[in-house]
C-alpha cells in the first residue's frame, strides 16, 4: 500500500484526479450538515438571485439555493455510480468469468450477446432503456448498468482465458476443487487489477450516462436534486442567470474527469512496465 501511495505521489495526473475526487466528496458529504437551505424549498421572492455571500453559486429559477443543490445532488449522483457500476461488475465479472474459463458453446452464446449489445452506442441503448421501461431513478439505473456490464464481461473474459491455463490453476481443477471456489480464489482474486481500472472508469462513464438520462427527463424526476436534471431544469436560463446550469455541469465534469484521471493512473499502476517508468 505504501508502494502504491508513493508512487501516487509522482503521478501528477493522478494527484491531481485524487484531489479533486478529495474535493468533491468532502464537499458533497459535510456540505449539507452546513448549509441552512433546503434543496426542495421555494422561495420565489429570491429566484435568480446571483452569488452572493448568503448563497454562494446563486439560486434558481424557484429561489432554491443552487450550492445546496450540488451538494446535494452530488450524493445522489455518485451514490447512483457507485450502484450502477456494483450491478455491471457483478453480472459481467460474472459472465465473463465464466465464458473465459468454460469456453465452448458457453463461451460463444454468452459472448455473441455481449457482442450484441455492445454493437449499440452505449448512450443510444441507455436512452432506449430507459425510455421502455419508464422515467425514474431506479430504471436509469438499471439501463445505465446494462450498458456497462458487457465491458466488464469482455475485460473478466480475457483474464479468465489468460489465468486459467495457469499451472496452479491446472492443479486446483486436478484436485477436484469445486469450479466456483477456483473461479473465484484463483482466476478472480488473480485477475483483479485489470478490474478495478474497469470499475474506475465505468464510474465517470456511469456518472455521465445517469446525468444524461436525468437531463433528458428520464432519470432522476422533480423536485429530487440530480445534476443531470438540475442542468436540464435551468438550460433556458443560461443567458440571464449562467451560474444556474454551468455550476451542475461543472460538477459533472470535475466527478467524469477525476474517475478518469484515477483509472489511467490505476491503469499504470498494474502495469510493471509504466510502473517502472514513472519510479
Known amino acids: 500500500m505504501s508502494e502504491f501511495f508513493s508512487f501516487l505521489r509522482k503521478n501528477t495526473l493522478a494527484m491531481a484526479g485524487s484531489l479533486i475526487l478529495l474535493a468533491l466528496v468532502l464537499v458533497i458529504v459535510f456540505g449539507p450538515m452546513i448549509t441552512p437551505y433546503s434543496p426542495t424549498k421555494l422561495d420565489v421572492l429570491h429566484k435568480l438571485a446571483a452569488p452572493s455571500f448568503s448563497h454562494w453559486l446563486g439560486t434558481d429559477a424557484f429561489g432554491r439555493d443552487v450550492f445546496t443543490r450540488i451538494m446535494h445532488g452530488g450524493r445522489a449522483t455518485l451514490a447512483i455510480g457507485v450502484g450502477v457500476v456494483a450491478i455491471a461488475f457483478v453480472v459481467g465479472v460474472s459472465f ?21 449489445i455492445l454493437a449499440f452506442p452505449a448512450l443510444v441503448l441507455a436512452i432506449a432503456l430507459a425510455a421502455a421501461f419508464g422515467p425514474s431513478l431506479e430504471n436509469a439505473m438499471l439501463a445505465v448498468a446494462i450498458t456497462l ?19 496452479y490453476v491446472e492443479a486446483a481443477i486436478s484436485l477436484g476443487l469445486p469450479t466456483p471456489r477456483v473461479l473465484f480464489r484463483y482466476v478472480f482474486l488473480n485477475g483483479l487489477g485489470p478490474l478495478l481500472v474497469q470499475s474506475t472508469l465505468a464510474l465517470g462513464s456511469a456518472i455521465l450516462q445517469t446525468a444524461s438520462l436525468g437531463f433528458l427527463g428520464l432519470g432522476a424526476q422533480p423536485p429530487m436534486a440530480e445534476w443531470g436534471a438540475d442542468v436540464s431544469a435551468n438550460l433556458q436560463f443560461v443567458r440571464g442567470a449562467a451560474w444556474v446550469a454551468l455550476a451542475p455541469g461543472m460538477a459533472i465534469l470535475l466527478a467524469v474527469l477525476s474517475f478518469n484521471l484515477i483509472g489511467d493512473s490505476l491503469a499504470d499502476w498494474f502495469n510493471p512496465r509504466r510502473r517502472s517508468e514513472l519510479d
Open 96 to 116: 465473463g468469468m465464466l465464458s473465459g474459463f468454460a469456453g465452448g458453446w458457453t463461451d460463444s452464446v454468452i459472448m455473441r450477446i455481449v457482442d450484441a
Open 149 to 167: 456490464a458487457p465491458q466488464f464481461a469482455r475485460v473478466a473474459r480475457s483474464q479468465a482465458l489468460s489465468i486459467s491455463v495457469k499451472p
